[in-house]
């Protein structure tokens, strides 16, 4: 690592110039883990995601998805019948954030460098006084995870509620678990193809560290 | 985002015969009626004149939900649809069903709090609402389809968290046994020839809104926690079927059934339910599985999973893998819903060659969910069938129907409880195919009327449990005797109240539910151990009236009537109390409106009596209480001819019952000679002028 350059909002709060783009280098120490086995549809893990924090109902901004899933599964409709979902095989994925380890897209795109590391979890989240509502870091997911609200016009995403996740709480089956963070990126299974590009300075910050 | 929590803040109004869309303001025009059924009486009070019949233009639907829908309350998922009633002999009268579902909540996510449809499309038309995106669609390619097929092409145009409400051919071809079905399973019956008289086929709802919760956040999630660990099983049994180390007390005949052992078997791998031991909310799911509960111990290796509503942790809905169906009658190998939609089929046999709970039965249940649920016929809680059974039995059908039609039945089929039967049978109830199928699909009084059966036969005959107006009971003597009784006698459909079944069945020893009964409705007398019923008190007249008040307020604010309320817990420590004020603390939670238990239920008394005026003013006679509250015969009757009050029997006393009556009235200050609410009723509770219209017509007491 090149001094200077990067500045990695860490857990230990380490930043050093302010100009420089951020990059998260620092793991997720905590991540909900889901068992499609167990989940009953009911939704009450989107709700509590929303009511708890943001004091209103809302699925779209709810930072575990299972409204997309719940009636066709993840490959939704084309596959009618024969899918996942409740007119499949019954079978509901719970969709989470993975907390991507480093370099983690959403961050990555965001042209504001909104998307920030935060103690004591280390989960990845938007700080929404930077956030302009672009919707760059949507584009980045390929797990479609990042959420727009609306109201605020800012992104969202899972922070995991400061370690005591309100989603695990609620789920009436025991389908969720608050587990200690592993590198679930290369297991699941991506929903699109990310199109956000990342920016030249940011790219340039890679090429830097990553020096042949 | 709205200005109030709770409600969306719009109604939204859709004429299809000139295809105009408004929307209005739900606060400034219904504040007084909440949501739900509130809406939808006030609409047909108003808009709706007497004598309209069920498929007139002139008739409406009004999908009506309520604040707390799509909230995180538990049990919030019920949609409530209030229209003329077709199966409602000898005239339409205004009546409500109910489906469950996701379609209450996506309503709200889209910004509407109730959808108003009125006219008649010149063609098939299908409802696009869209958040603020409102368009009548052309459904001329789904005209004919079933509703899975409606549902699928529907959620192709709108995505697949669109919750589309659609009718089948059952409702296309106007039967008046028919219902609207959303998220695969969540019907409301009788409302499906009403959509296909309009040509409506379907409603089709995607909301990317909110629901805002006024109140402060951290109070509502404690408030939240509260009232989920009220909850019991499905129907708030609160005490578990058999025993588990963590009860104090269990009951057989409760629902919540889950038991060390009891497993998910077509889960993979498969789920052990375990003990549920109640504070334990991560378990809530596990609790409930109705196709054990009405299918017996088989039904544990094909459940996949419970199903159900938005937000509710009681899953009432089952989902069965049966994978021999797929290969013995060429249908999907999954099937699920509850009570009367998961026994659809299997209702229609006597017997079946390995007995009510084998396998064939299971199958029949798959065959019946198969058939019923896409082609959307409806079975007027078991009416159908029970019906079905006695007109083939008795020779009727034989009777009534040309031999030709009567011989291209496979009687034998149905005697031997071949579930092929069904193939044959329900196919042509939906198309109207021949004078049996037709008949049936007419509801049992306009059925009975069309065969020149006197009504009298089916009000006397016990094993019919047929009650009035072309319905049956609903939860009455043979749940809560003389308050069930009363109960059954208010509404122009089946009942469709729990809120006090779900208590006297609650799995409670008698002892404990007088403790709570005493605190509620002010003496233990309140209630009785079922059938071991003691004569009339007012405070079971008390109960009566909170029974009906609830169930209103319920179909009104979006909680589930079929869970609520929560006046008893499965808590020890509580000394199994729950909370009689459950509604009202999360009401005014959730709009910002701070309204006490005694505040919102006089405004269900309101909702309650507007629906009264309605019957009254629809069937032109303020003589409620011989012409409408009226009690079939069998109810004072005994297969066994043990006497009313005796231990083991359900039968009532005329003399005792009509005492019930002139208490009931005299609780809810109406004329006791003739069941009418007075004037000053009317005035109390905000209706003057109500009763000023009923007066010009002569229709107060």
């Known amino acids: 690592m090149t001094g200077g350059l990067i500045i990695a909002f860490s857990a230990s709060g380490a930043k050093a110039a302010k100009e420089g783009p951020v990059i998260i280098m620092d793991q997720a120490e905590g991540l909900v883990i889901a068992d499609p086995t167990k989940c009953v549809g009911c939704r009450r893990c989107e709700l509590a995601c929303t009511e708890f924090n943001d004091g209103k109902a809302s699925p779209t901004i709810a930072r575990i998805k299972i409204s997309r899933n719940l009636n066709f599964g993840v490959n939704g409709i084309p596959t009618g019948q024969r899918g996942g979902g409740a007119w499949g095989n019954g079978l509901v994925i719970q969709d989470i954030c993975n907390q991507c380890p480093h370099p983690v897209p959403c961050a990555n795109a965001c042209p504001n460098d909104a998307i920030v590391v935060r103690p004591p979890t280390n989960a990845r989240v938007v700080d929404s006084k930077r956030c302009s509502g672009c919707k760059m870091c949507r584009r980045a997911c390929p797990w479609e995870m990042m959420s727009f609200d609306s109201g605020t016009n800012k992104a969202t995403k899972c922070f995991l509620c400061d370690g005591s996740p309100k989603c695990v709480e609620a789920c009436p089956s ?20 990310p199109t956000a590009i990342v920016a030249p300075e940011k790219a340039q910050t890679c090429n830097e560290c990553h020096k042949k | ?80 649809i209030t229209t003329l009633w077709p199966t409602c002999w000898p005239k339409a009268l205004v009546a409500s069903g109910h489906m469950g579902g996701q379609f209450a909540a996506e309503l709200k996510y889209a910004g509407y709090d109730a959808i108003i449809i009125e006219g008649r499309a010149d063609r098939p038309v299908w409802l696009s609402v869209w958040d603020e995106k409102v368009e009548i669609k052309d459904a001329r390619q789904l005209w004919g389809q079933g509703i899975r097929r409606t549902t699928i092409e529907i959620n192709q145009q709108m995505g697949p968290e669109a919750s589309v409400a659609a009718i089948g051919q059952a409702g296309e071809n106007l039967a008046p046994m028919s219902v609207v079905m959303n998220s695969y399973s969540h019907s409301a019956g009788g409302v499906g020839g009403v959509m296909g008289s309009k040509n409506l086929k379907a409603i089709g709802v995607r909301g990317t809104g909110s629901v805002r919760i006024a109140g402060n956040k951290e109070e509502w999630e404690k408030l939240i926690k509260l009232h989920l660990s009220l909850l019991g099983a499905n129907n708030q049994h609160v005490v578990p079927s058999n025993p588990q180390p963590w009860a104090e007390h269990y009951n057989a005949g409760s629902r919540w059934m889950a038991s060390a052992g009891r497993r998910w078997g077509a889960a993979n791998p498969s789920i052990d339910t375990g003990a549920c031991e109640p504070h334990n909310l991560n378990r809530i799911a596990y609790r409930t599985n109705n196709a054990a509960y009405f299918l017996g111990d088989k039904a544990w290796q094909h459940t996949v999973r419970g199903n159900g509503c938005t937000a509710c942790p009681i899953r009432c809905h089952t989902m069965l893998k049966v994978p021999a169906v797929s290969a013995k009658y060429g249908i999907p190998e999954l099937g699920q819903n509850t009570c009367v939609g998961l026994l659809f089929g299997r209702a229609f046999f006597k017997s079946f060659p390995d007995g009510p709970k084998g396998q064939t039965a299971i199958e029949a249940c798959m065959v019946g969910m198969y058939l019923a649920d896409d082609l959307g016929v409806w079975d007027n809680y078991g009416q159908l069938q029970r019906d079905f059974q006695a007109l083939y039995y008795n020779g009727i059908f034989k009777r009534k129907v040309a031999e030709k039609e009567f011989n291209s039945y496979s009687w034998n089929k149905y005697e031997q409880g071949d579930p092929t039967f069904l193939f044959e049978l329900l196919p042509r109830i939906a198309n109207k195919e021949g004078e049996l199928a037709t008949a049936l699909g007419l509801g049992t009084g306009h059925l009975l009327e069309r065969w020149g059966i006197p009504e009298q036969e089916w009000l006397e005959n016990h094993d019919l449990l047929y009650w009035k107006l072309g319905h049956p009971k609903h939860h009455s003597n043979e749940d809560a005797g003389q308050c069930g ?86 808590l020890k420590e509580r000394e199994y109390r729950g909370d009689d004020s459950i509604e009202s603390l999360l009401y005014s939670l959730a709009t910002g409106d701070k309204k006490s238990r005694q505040e919102l239920d006089t405004i269900a008394e309101r909702i309650f009596l507007l629906h009264r005026a309605l019957t009254i003013r629809d069937m032109g006679a303020k003589d409620m209480r011989t012409k409408h509250d009226t009690i079939p015969d069998w109810v004072f009757t005994d297969p066994k001819d043990k006497a009313a009050f005796s231990k083991g029997t359900i039968r009532m006393d005329k003399e005792d019952i009509k005492l019930a009556m002139d208490m009931f009235y005299e609780e809810m200050a109406w004329d006791k000679e003739t069941g009418s609410p007075t004037k000053a009723t009317y005035r109390r509770l905000g209706l003057g002028t109500v009763a000023d219209e009923l007066a010009k017509r002569g229709l107060l007491p």
């Open chain 1, 174 to 193: 025991g389908a969720l678990t608050y587990a200690a963070w592993r590198d679930l990126t290369g297991k699941i299974p991506p929903r699109v193809a």
């Open chain 2, 485 to 570: 009784v009363i109960i059954n006698t208010q509404y122009n459909r089946d009942a469709q109240c729990h809120s006090h079944s779900n208590f006297t069945r609650n799995g409670l020893p008698i002892e404990v539910q007088k403790r709570l009964a005493a605190e509620l409705w002010g003496s233990p007398d309140a209630v009785d151990a079922v059938a071991a019923f003691t004569p009339m008190n007012a405070h079971k007249a008390k109960m009566a009236k909170w029974s009906l008040l609830r169930k209103e307020l319920h179909d009104c604010l979006s909680l589930c009537n079929w869970m609520g309320p929560w006046v008893a817990s499965p």
């Open chain 2, 1 to 80: 985002m709205a200005k109030h929590g709770g409600w969306a803040g719009k109604v939204l109004r859709v004429d299809l015969s000139t295809g105009k869309i408004s929307t209005e303001d739900t606060l400034e025009k219904y504040r007084d009626y909440l949501g739900g059924t509130g809406i939808g009486y006030k609409v047909i009070w108003d808009e709706v004149q007497a004598g309209v019949k069920s498929f007139d233009p002139a008739n409406k639907i009004v999908y009506g939900v309520g604040p707390l829908a799509g909230t995180g309350a538990p049990c919030n998922g019920r949609t409530a």
